[in-house]
């Protein structure tokens, strides 16, 4: 990468897209939704059955100017959600006020593990055990996603749900390679313990992105 592109990643005008696309959100709070989705590359966080792990390498993902994401965003869709790879590894003000000053909503899927950037009209948070959010992204959540791969994970959403404020909306999701074991847990404990939600990887059983 020339200096010229490498200054622009770190200013967040260009950033290393790994795929963009237009579906229904498939997890959490606004299940059911359209939305376009734009795949930052790169991430370090590790996550031993993550399902894109494609996206860690941020060198394999060709840097795009986000007035060029936009653009394409505009054809589509009034909702925006960022994900990755992890997001927050590049600024993401340029690209959220870009995204705002056209009316459309900005929302976020995040480990939490960098520093808080961009303007979020949903902020979701999904904390991760190899790296753990920093202290300022659990006030910035709308929504705690905890993904629920065996039964130790339960304590660990229940020690991150005691970080976030009360406006959180709190979720237990299935890892989809435990899913038929651990979506009969997650009812179970759900049932006991009403102030979570389900969330289920709805587009995988739609069979799309």
Known sequence: MDKKTKDLVDKGIMLPLMEEFYTIQ?????????????????????????????????????????????????????????TGGEPLMWSMDYITELLQENHIKTHIETSGAYSFSGKWDWFCLSPKKTKLPIQENYREADELKMIIHNKSDFDFAEQEAAKVGKKCQLFLQPEWSKKEKMTEEIVDYVMKNPKWKISLQTHKYLNIP
Not at 33 to 45: K, L, P
Not at 46 to 64: F, I, M, Q, R, Y
Request: hydrophobic share 35%.
């Open 26 to 82: 498939g997890e959490g709070s606004h299940t059911g939704t359209a939305a376009y989705f734009i795949r930052v590359g790169g991430c370090d966080v590790g996550c031993h059955w993550c399902d894109v792990k494609e996206s860690w390498n941020a060198d394999l993902h060709p840097p795009t100017l986000a007035d060029t994401i936009v653009s394409n965003v505009k054809k589509y869709a009034n909702t925006v959600v960022i």
